[in-house]
């Protein structure tokens, strides 16, 4: 069966410092990876997703990155955080059947 | 184009009723429609979906009711319990991704 997950659970960040934020997936090849972002109360803001190993698509422009380098690793980062980057991230991964499953999320408090 | 949007916001059910949330979507290009159930502080969690060419789908206390024409669906939870109580979300695929509704809370109280 598969499994996804991400770390760490929690994390909390001054304002400027870096970020890095993982996400692995078990039990499948070649998985579709989505990042979305959860502000408090809200909807999921979709902000990358990629196809294949080193293919990224962005889909908000922000001072967030992320990059795939291995089939089943999704990373999301930023050079310098902002106070709006407190959220909570979550992973998802589909096998080309539509239907996309979440990671247990990592919730970001920036300071 | 890409908008799903969902209402209501909040719901509050007392235990047993039904609970009902709906969505409504404009692109004619979604082929897939899952609804999400979310509890605090945890990942989002497939709970049942439908394709555009059924009108209904029922696993259990759960049904979706799909309005091909109307571009609305909804999710039905009969006999409402207090453990239902989370935020649904509804979405619609395109392209390898999904659009997602606002959220919907529900609470269920005994």
């Known amino acids: 069966s598969q499994t996804i997950h991400q770390w760490p659970a929690t994390l909390v960040q001054p304002v400027g410092s870096p970020l890095s934020l993982e996400c692995t997936v078990e039990?499948?090849?070649?998985?579709?990876l989505y990042w979305y972002r959860q502000a408090a109360g809200r909807g999921l803001q979709l902000l990358f997703y990629?196809?294949?190993?080193?293919?990224i698509s962005s889909e908000v422009p922000q001072n967030l990155s992320a990059s795939r380098p291995q089939d089943r690793q999704f990373i999301l980062s930023s050079k310098k955080l902002l106070l709006s980057d407190s959220g909570f991230y979550l992973c998802?991964?589909?096998?080309?059947?539509?239907?996309?499953?979440f990671g247990p999320g990592t919730r970001l408090t920036v300071l | 184009q890409q908008q799903v949007k969902q209402s209501p916001q909040s719901l509050i059910v007392q235990k047993g009723g039904i609970s009902i949330i709906n969505c409504a979507y404009e692109n004619t290009a979604f082929d897939y429609f899952p609804w999400y159930q979310q509890f605090p502080g945890k990942g989002p969690a497939l709970l049942i979906a439908i394709r555009p060419d059924v009108s209904e789908k029922k696993e259990g206390r759960f049904t979706i009711s799909f309005n091909k024409s109307a571009k609305q669906f909804s999710l039905h939870i009969m006999d409402s319990q207090p453990g239902d109580s989370a935020t649904y979300f509804c979405?619609?695929?395109?392209?390898?991704?999904?659009?997602f509704g606002t959220g919907t809370r529900l609470q269920v109280f005994p």
């Open positions: 039990g499948t090849s070649n998985p579709n």
């Open positions: 990629s196809v294949g190993i080193g293919q």
């Open positions: 998802a991964w589909t096998r080309r059947t539509d239907t996309q499953y």
């Open positions: 979405a619609a695929s395109w392209s390898d991704k999904l659009i």
